[in-house]
T-cell receptor, first 114, second 117 residues
Framework: KNQVEQSPQSLIILEGKNCTLQCNYTVSPFSNLRWYKQDTGRGPVSLTIMTFSENTKSNGRYTATLDADTKQSSLHITASQLSDSASYICVVSRPSWGANNLFFGTGTRLTVIP | NAGVTQTPKFQVLKTGQSMTLQCAQDMNHEYMSWYRQDPGMGLRLIHYSVGAGITDQGEVPNGYNVSRSTTEDFPLRLLSAAPSQTSVYFC????????????????FGPGTRLTVL
């Protein structure tokens, strides 16, 4: 069964600290993996996109890693800020477009406190 | 560019009523999609379009209709609203499919929060 599982479900950290969010998937065949940030009441916004040949992608203080062999990805946030408080969603795709080819995780809810 | 816009932002319906959720994009994207987001679940694809005049069903299409008469607009119609359709609906667009080896972003609208009583 094609699935995307994210952990932890929620996380609270102090401002300025680092954190790492996990994404494990069983989607096959694998094509790309995306991380999105979703602020409360807003639509998801793309952070990183990685294909099977890439194992690291950075976007400012966000760094995503991908291990296609173990089917795991992580999103590392450095020097967290209050504005990082949001849900982070991992999305894994298969090669084709259409129904049952794009799989969304349920997200990790991150809260950054002063 | 306004990106992807959705109206209304909030809507309350009674069971059996019909309505249309509007979605428009100004990026000349061919690929557009509708998703619903429910608590504890990942986004699920309702319907999608690969260009004007071409639409297809996603994973949860029952109770919804779509049409694509122009590149810019992709409305979602609820034919006879049911409480199970209470959800947050997102429209998204992209230059190419968000699958495969594409590195093109999929842009999401701000969402419509729908409650069916």
């Amino acid at each position: 069964k094609n699935q995307v599982e994210q952990s932890p479900q929620s996380l609270i950290i102090l401002e300025g600290k680092n954190c790492t969010l996990q994404c494990n998937y069983t989607v096959s065949p694998f094509s790309n993996l995306r991380w999105y940030k979703q602020d409360t009441g807003r639509g998801p916004v793309s952070l990183t996109i990685m294909t099977f040949s890439e194992n690291t992608k950075s976007n400012g203080r966000y760094t995503a890693t991908l291990d296609a062999d173990t089917k795991q990805s992580s999103l590392h946030i450095t020097a967290s800020q209050l504005s990082d408080s949001a849900s982070y969603i991992c999305v894994v795709s298969r090669p084709s477009w259409g129904a049952n080819n794009l799989f969304f995780g349920t997200g990790t809810r991150l809260t950054v406190i002063p | 560019n306004a990106g992807v816009t959705q109206t209304p932002k909030f809507q309350v319906l009674k069971t059996g009523q019909s309505m249309t959720l509007q979605c428009a994009q100004d990026m000349n994207h061919e690929y557009m999609s509708w998703y619903r987001q429910d608590p504890g679940m990942g986004l699920r694809l309702i319907h999608y379009s690969v260009g004007a005049g071409i639409t297809d069903q996603g994973e949860v299409p029952n109770g919804y209709n779509v049409s694509r008469s122009t590149t810019e607009d992709f409305p979602l119609r609820l034919l006879s609203a049911a409480p199970s359709q209470t959800s947050v609906y997102f429209c998204a667009s992209s230059y190419s499919p968000p699958t495969g080896t594409s590195r093109n972003e999929q842009f999401f609208g701000p969402g419509t929060r729908l409650t069916v009583l």
